[in-house]
Structure formats: structure tokens, C-alpha cells
């Protein structure tokens, strides 16, 4: 249900805006550590309230930042010290805060007749900021286009269309210049929540545009007999190929590879991985991410409890990390991840790596579903 306006002027006033005591600030904001470790945003809920936060390697709070509702990823400029945390689909409220605390948060609502995806980019200027969004009264998803520079207060300034539904996740590519979108194929209205409303005819697609002026490049769709293989979360390895995580909807008998490939020009690639570790996904990715040399990829099932793990260049899987309701994965260094559950835990993972707590598990605080490296 849309966020009512006494809601959105609630969060307004828990982050400082205006005139009002800022529940923001932090003792010690900074993008990265004296020794150069580096900073990671997430979302999370702890004592019964929702925010963002600013962690760095070790786990500690650098920055927190509340939020109406539960969050899900971010969109980040890094060589400016911004984020924006887009509100979990279907989500009517984003919030761009500068990730070191010096200056106050600001509150953003989805525009009428649409909702966030829960993700989104900065492009590599710094002035607009692209967020995935279901305008659910055509049926059709969007990139919402938002000014974000200087003073631009992120208004929106206007949309491209993707040519599919059920946006998920959009990445840039190294060349600056091309977004990917995963269209999942999903057809939703949030009067009817999550409920998928067009199984039987999903088409989902991995879409790249011209971040300029959102011109379609490139749509790619998987065979016929995968339609119900909705598309969903993205990683980019070293090389500038899109890597996919899956949801299946179909038949709960069938077992479709859920992690993919694409390289431009190029026909998708899925890897299944052993049996065991296939079935125990339990029909759904929910991140996809490259470790810092991106010659590794990690990809979560947090229905599944675990974390897998892949080389970027052959697609070979090369093991396994149990996590129960394990998602947010983050690189840490090569061949190390950090990864984050519902349940509290946060532990430092990779392949063939015994992995060992960052901190204390909280079963009173539940990290969502990504974790994001600045």
C-alpha cells in the first residue's frame, strides 16, 4: 500500500527534515577505514525498525539511517559518498543519504502510478540517478530517471521504457555507458501485493539500453521452454559479462539452472551446478555478486541457506557456503566475500574457505537481502 502522507512526513522527521533532531549522524562516518578496508551499505531491521546502514569490514556501525518500511538494495556513487536505498517491492519511498553523515538524508516517494523494484544506479557523473519501476496501471516496467546533481533535489525527471515487466535489478557496464535491466517477466499490482498475475505468459529478458537517452541496444530472451524462469539479479565479472540469478515459477518438479551468463552478441548460458546443490537452491537467487578481482562469482539462495560460488571465465562451480536464509553477499577481497542473513549473521566466505563470523550473530536484527560494497 502507498505510503500516506502522515507516514512520509514521519520519515521526514526521524531523519532530520527540517528542523527536527536528527536520528541520522554517527559516531564515525567514512567511506573507508584508516588502513584502507573498505565500507559496505545495507538494509536491515533491528529492535522493530527498519533502516540502512554504513558498515565497515569488521562489521561495525559507521552510519544509520532509518526507514518507514523495509529495504532492499542501493544505487551508489561512491567518488561522491552518496547511496540512495530504494524501498522492498512493492516500494513507494526511497531515501538518498550521503554515506558519510555530513549532510542530512533525503526522502523521496515513488511517483504516482508507480512503485520502486527496490534497485537502481548512478551514472558515472554523478547527475542522474535510474531506478527500476513497475508502472502497474499499463502493465509495463520503467527506468524512473532522477536529477541527481547538485541541488537537483532528485526530482524525477522522467522514464525509459525497457520493453518487458517485472523489472528487477539494472547494472552499468564498465564502459560507462550501457545499462543491463532484468526483466523478470512478472506481472504484479501492488493492490494484489506480490502475486504474480501472468504466469502462463512470461517473457523474461535481459534488456541493454544507451544510459543517455535509454535507446534498446540489445534484448536477449531465454529459450521458449524457460519462460517461466524469471530473471531477476545481476553481477558483472572482471571481463564486462552480465551474470543472472533466476526465480522459477514453474512446476515445483522442475529443475532449471537458475545461474546464467550473458555476453554481448552472444546466446545466455546457464550453470547448474551438482544436483544437490541445484535442488537445495529451492527455485531462487536472490544476489548475484563478483569477488574484488571479479574472477569469482557468488550467488545466494536464501530459501536454500547457502552461498555458491562460480569462475567467472569457464562458469565452473567451484563449491558451496551453508548460510540459513543467507542473501547479501559482498566482495571482500579475491576469492573472499562478505555475506549476510535474516538471521543475524554476518561471516567472512569464499570458496574453499572455512567462514567465520565478522560479528556477533544478533537474532534481534535481520539483514535484508543485499549487501552493497562502496
Known amino acids: 500500500m502507498r505510503i500516506d502522507r502522515r507516514r512520509f512526513l514521519a520519515l521526514c522527521a526521524a531523519l532530520g527534515l527540517p528542523g527536527t533532531p536528527a536520528a541520522w549522524a554517527a559516531a564515525a562516518p567514512r567511506t573507508e577505514r584508516a588502513d584502507g578496508e573498505p565500507c559496505y551499505v545495507t538494509a536491515r531491521r533491528r529492535a ?11 562489521g561495525a556501525d559507521l552510519l544509520r539511517v532509518p526507514m518507514p518500511d523495509r ?4 544505487a551508489l556513487d561512491p567518488a561522491r559518498g552518496r547511496a540512495v536505498v530504494f ?5 513507494f519511498f526511497a531515501v538518498a543519504f550521503d554515506v ?19 534497485h537502481g544506479v548512478f551514472l558515472p557523473d554523478g547527475k542522474r540517478v535510474l531506478a527500476t519501476e513497475n508502472d502497474y496501471e499499463r502493465g509495463r516496467a520503467v527506468l524512473g530517471v532522477y536529477d541527481a546533481s547538485p541541488g537537483g533535489q532528485y526530482r524525477r525527471l522522467g522514464e525509459f521504457d ?26 504484479t499490482h501492488p493492490d494484489y501485493g506480490k502475486l504474480e498475475l501472468n504466469l502462463d505468459s512470461m517473457r523474461p529478458s535481459l534488456v541493454y539500453l544507451d544510459a543517455a537517452d535509454g535507446r534498446i541496444i540489445e534484448k536477449v530472451e531465454l529459450d521458449a521452454s524457460l519462460h517461466q524462469l524469471s530473471i531477476r539479479h545481476l553481477g558483472l565479472a572482471g571481463d564486462g559479462a552480465v551474470w543472472f540469478g533466476c526465480q522459477h515459477v514453474g512446476p515445483e518438479s522442475e529443475q532449471p539452472a537458475l545461474v546464467g551468463r550473458h555476453r554481448r552478441g552472444h546466446t545466455p548460458e546457464l550453470y547448474p551446478g551438482p544436483a544437490e546443490v541445484l535442488r537445495d537452491m529451492r527455485h531462487y537467487i536472490g544476489t548475484v555478486a563478483a569477488d574484488a578481482s571479479g574472477r569469482i562469482m557468488a550467488t545466494s539462495s536464501p530459501v536454500g541457506g547457502q552461498v555458491m560460488y562460480w569462475d567467472a571465465d569457464s562458469g565452473r562451480y567451484l563449491g558451496v557456503t551453508k548460510l540459513p536464509d543467507g542473501c547479501g553477499v559482498a566482495p571482500r577481497a579475491r576469492g ?6 535474516g538471521l543475524g549473521a554476518m561471516i567472512h566466505t569464499g570458496p574453499g574457505i572455512e567462514p567465520r563470523p565478522v560479528r556477533p550473530t544478533d537474532a534481534g536484527l535481520a539483514w535484508d537481502n543485499h549487501f552493497r560494497r562502496l
Not at 48 to 58: H, I, P, Q, S
Not at 71 to 74: A, D, E, R
Not at 167 to 182: I, M, Q, R, W, Y
Open 336 to 341: 573472499h566475500f562478505l555475506a549476510s542473513s
Open 162 to 187: 525497457v520493453d518487458g515487466m517485472g523489472s528487477h535489478e539494472v547494472v552499468l557496464l564498465p564502459d560507462g555507458k550501457t545499462l543491463c535491466v532484468a526483466n523478470g517477466g512478472i506481472l
Open 87 to 91: 524501498g522492498r517491492q512493492p516500494g
Open 48 to 58: 522493530g525498525r527498519y533502516e540502512a546502514v554504513v558498515l565497515d569490514a569488521r
Open 71 to 74: 529495504g532492499h538494495s542501493f
Open 100 to 118: 558519510t553523515g555530513r549532510r542530512p538524508p533525503q526522502p523521496l516517494q515513488a511517483a504516482e502510478g508507480r512503485h520502486f523494484y527496490g
